[in-house]
């Protein structure tokens, strides 16, 4: 009787003050939560949004982490969880007409992605 047991590990990968709002940002990043880290950055490349680009900086990043830190494949890595925070606002102005000036805030977005790692181990029992 074969009897398989996982051993799963979380690998983290941050990024700090990505010029994107957390709210656009996480209509991607909920996107790409559950799928393969591959899969993900061949989606990524693809899609029209300005987001992606950090994203998928973000996964090779947590990819690379996992590589040389854990010894993990690529191929066995899945997206855990992935969302932005608020970060600074940095606050601008337009000139306006008259002299006046208009302003505007450039919000930021702090990224925070956990890659789990998946190892298949196969524990084998004799009974007679």
Do not use: C, F, W
Not at 2 to 18: D, E
Not at 45 to 57: H, Y
Not at 98 to 127: A, C, F, M, Q
Request: proline letters at 4%; a positive charge; charged letters at 20%.
């Amino acid at each position: 009787m074969a009897k398989t047991a996982t051993q799963s590990t979380i690998i983290t990968a941050k990024a700090s003050h990505v010029l994107s709002s957390p709210r656009k940002t996480n209509l991607v990043l909920k996107s790409i939560v559950g799928k393969s880290a591959t899969q993900t950055i061949k989606l990524l490349a693809i899609l029209p949004k300005r987001a992606a680009e950090p994203i998928t900086k973000l996964v090779k990043q947590a990819i690379g982490n996992a590589v040389s830190l854990h010894q993990a494949s690529p191929d066995a890595l899945i997206i855990d969880s992935a969302y932005a925070t608020k970060g600074r606002t940095l606050k601008r102005a337009h000139i306006g007409g008259r002299g006046k000036t208009k302003p505007y805030e450039r919000i930021t977005s702090h990224l925070t992605l956990n890659l789990k790692s998946v190892v298949k181990s196969d524990t084998t029992k004799n009974t007679k």
